[in-house]
C-alpha cells in the first residue's frame, strides 16, 4: 500500500506569514492526492483535489501543487482561521490512505 | 447542498453492539458511495471501507474487514455502520463522508462525526 508522509509535524507561524506543507507519497499517485483542513471539534473539509483544484468555496490564499511522489500546499497568507491540522490523502483502486497530518499553530 | 448528518454521540460498555448512522440525501444515496472514517483520540484519520447504497457494493480496509459491518437503507437514505462486539479501542469519532463517483479520489462532503465511547 501507498503510505504517505507530511512534514513537518508542526509549524509555528504568525499570521500574515506564508505557509509551506509536504506530502510525500511512497511511489507515485500521479496527480491523485488531495488536501483536508480540519479545526478542532469540526470534520475534516476538502480545500485540494487532483493535487492542484481549490473545492468549492476554498480561499484563493489556498493552492496546491506536485504530482508523481511530491505535493505541496501553500496557504499564501496566513488568516487567524487557518490554524489547524492539515491532512493530504491519496486513493488507490479502492484504498484511501492519509497522511499523519501537519499541524498550523500560532508562533 | 449535499449534507451528511450523523446520528449522536454514544457510550456503550465493552462487549455491547452499537449502530451509527448517516443520512443524506435521496440523490446522494442513489448516485454516490458512502465512506467510513475513524479518528481515534488525539490521532489521524484513518479510511475503514465504503459503500455503494444503490447495490450495497461494499469495500473494507483489511485492518477493518472482519471487525465492523457497512450497511444502508435506501428508503430512509441512511448508511449505518456496525459493532456486534465493542472493546475499549474502538472510542473514537467516526465520520461518514460522500465519494461522489467510483473513480473519484477525494471525499467531500463530510458528515459531522460521531464520537464512540467504549468504557467499562
Known amino acids: 500500500d501507498i503510505v504517505l508522509t507530511q512534514s513537518p509535524a508542526t509549524l509555528s507561524l504568525s499570521p500574515g506569514d506564508r505557509a509551506t506543507l509536504s506530502c510525500r507519497a511512497s511511489q507515485s499517485v500521479s496527480n491523485y492526492l488531495a488536501w483536508y483542513q480540519q479545526k478542532p471539534g469540526q470534520a475534516p473539509r476538502l480545500l485540494i483535489y487532483d493535487a492542484s483544484n481549490r473545492a468549492t468555496g476554498i480561499p484563493a490564499r489556498f493552492s496546491g501543487s506536485g504530482s508523481g511522489t511530491d505535493f505541496t500546499l501553500t496557504i499564501s497568507s496566513l488568516e487567524p482561521e487557518d490554524f489547524a491540522v492539515y491532512y493530504c490523502q491519496q486513493r488507490g483502486n479502492w484504498i484511501f490512505t492519509f497522511g499523519p497530518g501537519t499541524k498550523v499553530d500560532i508562533k | 447542498e449535499v449534507q451528511l448528518v450523523q446520528s449522536g454521540a454514544e457510550v456503550k460498555k465493552p462487549g455491547e453492539s452499537l449502530k451509527i448512522s448517516c443520512r443524506g440525501s435521496?440523490?446522494?444515496?442513489?448516485?454516490?458511495?458512502i465512506a467510513w472514517v475513524r479518528q481515534m483520540p488525539g490521532k489521524g484519520l484513518e479510511w475503514m471501507g465504503i459503500?455503494?447504497?444503490?447495490?450495497?457494493?461494499?469495500r473494507y480496509s483489511p485492518s477493518f474487514q472482519g471487525l465492523v459491518t457497512m450497511s444502508v437503507d435506501m428508503s430512509i437514505s441512511t448508511a449505518y455502520l456496525q459493532w456486534s462486539g465493542l472493546k475499549a479501542s474502538d472510542t473514537a469519532i467516526y465520520y461518514c463522508a460522500r465519494l461522489e463517483y467510483d473513480w473519484t479520489t477525494w471525499l467531500d462532503p463530510w458528515g459531522q462525526g460521531t464520537l464512540v465511547t467504549v468504557s467499562s
Open positions: 459503500i455503494y447504497p444503490g447495490d450495497s457494493d461494499t
Open positions: 435521496e440523490h446522494t444515496f442513489s448516485n454516490n458511495w
